[in-house]
C-alpha cells in the first residue's frame, strides 16, 4: 500500500488505543492506570468524556486525530481499568465493546499460537527467528550462504546457536531491482522442505509475493513474514487456504523501492492505523486472527528518530492482542546514532532487542544468533517469564 486513503466506514470510526506507558499485568484493576485515546464521532466522543469525569478519571479536550486519520476527531482518557469498565457500561455498544476490547487486550497475557505442528506459547518464552539469506546480495553476509550447500551449513549453525525458527528469504528488502517470482521460489522452496526434513524447528518464510508464499508454504514454511504488509492482494487468499500465518509489517510504499520517510507528528499513530487496516483485510480473507502477526516496519522509510519512537511505543501494539514481531538486528539506525561501520552493531543490536523484549516483543529477527538467544533468554528472568532456580529453590 503505497498510501493511506479513509473509506466510507472510517468517517464513522470508533477506535480505542491505549497509550504507552500501558498499565502492568500484574496490578489491581482499581489501581491500573491506563490513558486511552478514543476516536468516535464528535457527539459520542462528548458523551464519553463526561461519563468519565462522573467515574472521576480524566478527558482531553477533543481535537483532530493524528494523520493519517486527521479527517476524524479524537479524544484522551486516563483512569484505572476499574473505572474504564464502569465507563464502558455506561456508553453506547460501539464505545463500550472498543473500551472492552483494549481493556483485555492489556491485561491479557500474550496469546498462544498454533503453526502447523508447532505450537509457540508467548507468555513463557521470546522466540528468536534466526536470519537464512539465500541471497548473492544480502547488506549483512554479503552473499557468503548463497546456493543451497552454502545456505544449508549455515543453517546448521544456527540449529546448534539455540534458533527457535529459521527464517528463509530468496530476495534482499533493499532498494533494486526485483527478483522474479520463478527465480526466488527456486532459491527458497527446496531450502525450506530440505530444512523442515532435517530440523524439528518451524521454518519461515520471507517474501511479499503470494506465489513465492504458497510455494514456500507447501514445502512445509509454517509462517510467511511480509514487508509490504500484503500488498499482493493474493496473499490473503494463500494465507487463508493454508495453516500459516503471517507477520504484517508496515511499510509506507512498495519493496525494492526507495523507502521515504513520511512527514507526520507520530510515526507509530500512523502504524498502528495502517496495521489495523491490514488486519481488517486478513480477517475478512478468512485469516483466523490466531495466525496473525505484527511488526512495526523498523528502519523501513523511517529516519533514525522514527525508530526510537516506534521502540520506545512498542507496548502499545498490544492493542492488537497478536504477537509482536520485531526485526531490528543490525538496522542502519544503530549505525547512524552511534556512528559506527556496518560491521560494528553487535553491541548496539544486543541493546535493541533487550529494549524490545522489554517493551512487550514476543519474536525478535536476528542474524547474530547466539548472542541474541543468550540475551532474550536472560530478558526472559527480568520480564517474568521465566523464574530463577538456584540450589534446587525456585527464586
Same mark, same amino acid.
Given at each position: &500500500?503505497?498510501?493511506?486513503?479513509?473509506?466510507?466506514?472510517?468517517?464513522?470510526?470508533?477506535?480505542?488505543?491505549?497509550?504507552?506507558?500501558?498499565?502492568?499485568?500484574?496490578?489491581?484493576?482499581?489501581?491500573?492506570?491506563?490513558?486511552?485515546?478514543?476516536?468516535?464521532?464528535?457527539?459520542?466522543?462528548?458523551?464519553?468524556?463526561?461519563?468519565?469525569?462522573?467515574?472521576?478519571?480524566?478527558?482531553?479536550?477533543?481535537?483532530?486525530?493524528?494523520?493519517?486519520?486527521?479527517?476524524?476527531?479524537?479524544?484522551?482518557?486516563?483512569?484505572?481499568?476499574?473505572?474504564?469498565?464502569?465507563?464502558?457500561?455506561?456508553?453506547?455498544?460501539?464505545?463500550?465493546?472498543?473500551?472492552?476490547?483494549?481493556?483485555?487486550?492489556?491485561?491479557?497475557?500474550?496469546?498462544?499460537?498454533?503453526?502447523?505442528?508447532?505450537?509457540?506459547?508467548?507468555?513463557? +518464552?521470546?522466540?528468536?527467528?534466526?536470519?537464512?539469506?539465500?541471497?548473492?546480495?544480502?547488506?549483512?553476509?554479503?552473499?557468503?550462504?548463497?546456493?543451497?550447500?552454502?545456505?544449508?551449513?549455515?543453517?546448521?549453525?544456527?540449529?546448534?546457536?539455540?534458533?527457535?525458527?529459521?527464517?528463509?528469504?530468496?530476495?534482499?528488502?533493499?532498494?533494486?531491482?526485483?527478483?522474479?517470482?520463478?527465480?526466488?521460489?527456486?532459491?527458497?522452496?527446496?531450502?525450506?522442505?530440505?530444512?523442515?526434513?532435517?530440523?524439528?524447528?518451524?521454518?519461515?518464510?520471507?517474501?511479499?509475493?503470494?506465489?513465492?508464499?504458497?510455494?514456500?508454504?507447501?514445502?512445509?514454511?509454517?509462517?510467511?513474514?511480509?514487508?509490504?504488509? &500484503?500488498?499482493?492482494?493474493?496473499?490473503?487468499?494463500?494465507?487463508?487456504?493454508?495453516?500459516?500465518?503471517?507477520?504484517? &509489517?508496515?511499510?509506507?510504499? +512498495?519493496?525494492?523501492?526507495?523507502?521515504?520517510?513520511?512527514?507526520?507528528?507520530?510515526?507509530?499513530?500512523?502504524?498502528?492505523?495502517?496495521?489495523?487496516? +491490514?488486519?481488517?483485510?486478513?480477517?475478512?480473507?478468512?485469516?483466523?486472527?490466531? +495466525?496473525?502477526?505484527?511488526?512495526?516496519?523498523?528502519?523501513?522509510?523511517?529516519?533514525?528518530?522514527?525508530?526510537?519512537?516506534?521502540?520506545?511505543?512498542?507496548?502499545?501494539?498490544?492493542?492488537?492482542?497478536?504477537?509482536?514481531?520485531?526485526?531490528?538486528?543490525?538496522?542502519?539506525?544503530?549505525?547512524?546514532?552511534?556512528?559506527?561501520?556496518?560491521?560494528?552493531?553487535?553491541?548496539?543490536?544486543?541493546?535493541?532487542?533487550?529494549?524490545?523484549?522489554?517493551?512487550?516483543?514476543?519474536?525478535?529477527?536476528?542474524?547474530?544468533?547466539?548472542? &541474541?538467544?543468550?540475551?532474550?533468554?536472560?530478558?526472559?528472568?527480568?520480564?517474568?517469564?521465566?523464574?530463577?532456580?538456584?540450589?534446587?529453590?525456585?527464586?
Amino acid at each position: &500500500m503505497s498510501t493511506f486513503e479513509l473509506s466510507a466506514s472510517d468517517r464513522n470510526l470508533v477506535w480505542a488505543w491505549a497509550l504507552a506507558p500501558l498499565a502492568s499485568r500484574d496490578v489491581p484493576r482499581a489501581a491500573g492506570f491506563q490513558p486511552i485515546r478514543l476516536i468516535a464521532p464528535r457527539q459520542a466522543l462528548e458523551k464519553t468524556a463526561a461519563t468519565c469525569a462522573r467515574e472521576r478519571g480524566w478527558a482531553s479536550e477533543i481535537t483532530r486525530a493524528s494523520p493519517p486519520l486527521e479527517e476524524l476527531h479524537q479524544l484522551v482518557l486516563a483512569a484505572t481499568l476499574e473505572q474504564f469498565e464502569r465507563v464502558a457500561d455506561a456508553s453506547d455498544p460501539k464505545i463500550a465493546g472498543e473500551l472492552r476490547r483494549v481493556l483485555e487486550a492489556v491485561s491479557a497475557p500474550p496469546p498462544a499460537v498454533t503453526l502447523g505442528r508447532h505450537r509457540f506459547d508467548f507468555a513463557s +518464552r521470546v522466540y528468536v527467528v534466526g536470519i537464512l539469506n539465500n541471497t548473492s546480495d544480502s547488506f549483512y553476509d554479503r552473499g557468503r550462504f548463497f546456493g543451497q550447500d552454502a545456505a544449508l551449513a549455515r543453517a546448521e549453525e544456527i540449529v546448534k546457536e539455540g534458533a527457535d525458527l529459521i527464517e528463509v528469504g530468496g530476495e534482499t528488502a533493499q532498494e533494486g531491482d526485483r527478483l522474479s517470482a520463478r527465480e526466488e521460489i527456486s532459491r527458497v522452496a527446496p531450502l525450506v522442505a530440505e530444512l523442515v526434513r532435517r530440523y524439528d524447528l518451524p521454518v519461515a518464510v520471507d517474501t511479499y509475493k503470494a506465489e513465492v508464499a504458497r510455494a514456500a508454504i507447501e514445502a512445509g514454511a509454517v509462517l510467511v513474514n511480509d514487508i509490504s504488509g &500484503m500488498a499482493d492482494p493474493s496473499m490473503p487468499v494463500v494465507i487463508a487456504e493454508s495453516r500459516a500465518g503471517i507477520v504484517m &509489517m508496515h511499510l509506507h510504499g +512498495r519493496p525494492k523501492q526507495h523507502y521515504a520517510d513520511i512527514d507526520v507528528p507520530s510515526m507509530m499513530d500512523w502504524v498502528a492505523a495502517f496495521l489495523r487496516k +491490514r488486519i481488517d483485510v486478513a480477517l475478512a480473507a478468512g485469516i483466523p486472527r490466531e +495466525r496473525l502477526m505484527v511488526d512495526p516496519g523498523l528502519n523501513f522509510g523511517k529516519k533514525p528518530h522514527r525508530d526510537i519512537e516506534l521502540l520506545q511505543r512498542l507496548s502499545e501494539l498490544r492493542n492488537f492482542g497478536l504477537p509482536i514481531f520485531v526485526a531490528t538486528s543490525r538496522k542502519d539506525f544503530i549505525r547512524d546514532l552511534l556512528h559506527l561501520h556496518p560491521d560494528d552493531l553487535l553491541e548496539g543490536t544486543a541493546a535493541a532487542v533487550a529494549f524490545a523484549i522489554t517493551q512487550g516483543a514476543n519474536l525478535i529477527r536476528v542474524h547474530d544468533v547466539e548472542p &541474541m538467544v543468550r540475551v532474550a533468554r536472560m530478558m526472559e528472568f527480568f520480564c517474568g517469564h521465566r523464574r530463577s532456580q538456584v540450589a534446587g529453590r525456585t527464586q
